[in-house]
């Protein structure tokens, strides 16, 4: 007979962002439950470390653990686990289901918290975008709404889901307005390159741990919050208006990865994003997967054009492309923009980075063999950063074309000169993702009056 004072024991498997807000709002001060540990996946350096005690509240004095999800079953076994909780995202439902078996062999319940538990409610008008992949466009989108909300004179903040990658105390609440406010707060490369382009645009973002803090603060700075997903898990926050991008250059995504086909059930408004970059037959592909399982959305075709900052300097050299960190390991993409922006820019070759790659790096290639022949802008760590700026050193190159969000000159010294190549969003015509928007802030209005 099981012992009724005995505690629900809860395992929370992450990735260093989802994990903990859906223990802030769900678990964390619930007496009936333990949380024994979270877990640790696709991101280096976050198990071996606790969720401080400052953060997880009186029924947790000492904190929680954070282990390998390689520990998983051993540590339902071994702790009397009764449930174990999925908490990340991009990743295919298979993957979810097989750690659904492993939680079941080991004896535990495995569930998934969903959007009505654990979303946050506002006081301002929340916009938010999401994706059915990582690596569709969903910064560049936030930051083409943020400008036109801004020519109306609106305030507006850019809330940013959570990468939880440094010291989670000093990340309980965190607001960038400027880049020595991502300096002083020890940003890895991944978090400068969601960041950083939202300042260069002149947004304020605001992130962290505790999303409740983070809201409070959103909302007493801005008119109207504009939600910038991460990879294509849903909303912290609960929308007034759900965007959600669909990636022309990946057809038949929409439905395979987890949570990203709740995401696009959820939808509002579906943006069909670098349209500009794919055959008219995968549009048409993507567009009737969107109405077969959501036929009341307007869809909406988004480009994604990439300029070179000087062209010129591509033109007849030997160029090492980097690419986007995410994108191109959990994202599944080969090569992003970089590589397509050099080879139209008239580059003699693209140079194969992968034989020169140092240290962590290399570790990257093995567990991402999709990879092509270019450089994932990986630094989640001082040791990976300098992994980064050895095997781009090392690789024989004239010139480097890095379309990761970040200057990558202004923050590593290199031997090579670096040519950015930028993507933003734009219109393609007909009825566009501004005057959907749009139409939702007048019908606001009047419903105000």
Request: aromatic fraction near 6%.
């Amino acid at each position: 007979m099981s012992d009724p004072r005995r505690r629900t024991r809860v395992v929370i498997l992450g990735a260093g962002g989802r994990e903990f807000h859906n223990f802030n709002v769900a678990y964390r001060d619930d007496p009936a439950v333990e949380v024994v540990a979270f877990t640790a996946a696709q991101i280096p350096g976050i198990a071996g470390r606790r969720y401080p005690p400052s953060l997880s509240g009186p029924l947790y004095p000492d904190g929680i653990p954070i282990v390998a999800e390689t520990e998983m079953d051993a540590l339902v076994r071994a702790r009397g686990v009764d449930q174990v909780v999925f908490a990340y995202s991009d990743v295919s439902h298979a993957h979810v289901m097989h750690l659904a078996s492993r939680a079941l062999a080991a004896g535990a319940d495995f569930a998934l918290l969903g959007p009505a538990r654990t979303m946050l409610k506002a006081s301002v008008p929340v916009i938010a975008v999401s994706a059915v992949r990582t690596g569709c466009g969903k910064s560049q989108t936030v930051r083409y709404l943020s400008r036109r909300l801004r020519e109306r004179g609106v305030r507006v903040a850019v809330v940013r889901h959570p990468m939880a990658y440094g010291d989670l105390e000093r990340s309980r609440l965190q607001r960038f307005a400027a880049r020595q406010d991502l300096d002083a707060a020890a940003c890895t490369v991944e978090e400068r390159e969601e960041y950083e382009p939202h300042l260069a645009a002149g947004s304020v973002v605001f992130a962290g741990v505790d999303y409740a803090a983070v809201v409070a603060q959103a909302q007493a700075e801005g008119d109207v919050i504009l939600w910038d997903g991460g990879n294509n898990d849903f909303p912290m926050l609960r929308p007034d208006l759900h965007v959600v991008l669909v990636d022309a250059l990946r057809p038949g995504h929409e439905t395979t990865h987890h949570p990203g086909e709740a995401v696009l059930r959820m939808a509002d408004i579906v943006v069909v994003a670098k349209s500009d970059a794919a055959a008219a037959a995968d549009v048409a592909r993507i567009v009737a997967n969107v109405k077969a399982i959501n036929p009341r959305v307007p869809v909406v075709l988004g480009a994604s054009p990439v300029t070179l900052d000087n062209a010129a300097a591509v033109r007849g050299k030997a160029v090492l492309a980097v690419e986007d960190g995410p994108t191109i390991t959990h994202g599944g993409m080969p090569h992003g923009a970089a590589y397509a922006a050099a080879l139209r820019a008239g580059a003699a070759r693209l140079v194969d980075p992968r034989p020169y790659a140092s240290g962590s790096l290399a570790a990257v290639y093995a567990a991402y063999p999709h990879i092509g022949p270019v450089l994932p802008a990986m630094g989640y760590s001082r040791d990976q950063l300098e992994a980064l700026r050895r095997t781009i050193e090392d690789t024989p190159a004239d010139v480097v074309v890095a379309a990761t969000p970040i200057d990558l000159a202004a923050l590593l010294p290199l031997n090579k000169p670096v040519v950015r190549a930028r993507y933003e969003y734009a219109e393609r015509g007909g009825r566009g993702l501004w005057e959907e928007v749009h139409d939702f802030l007048e019908q606001r209005v009047a419903r105000k009056q």
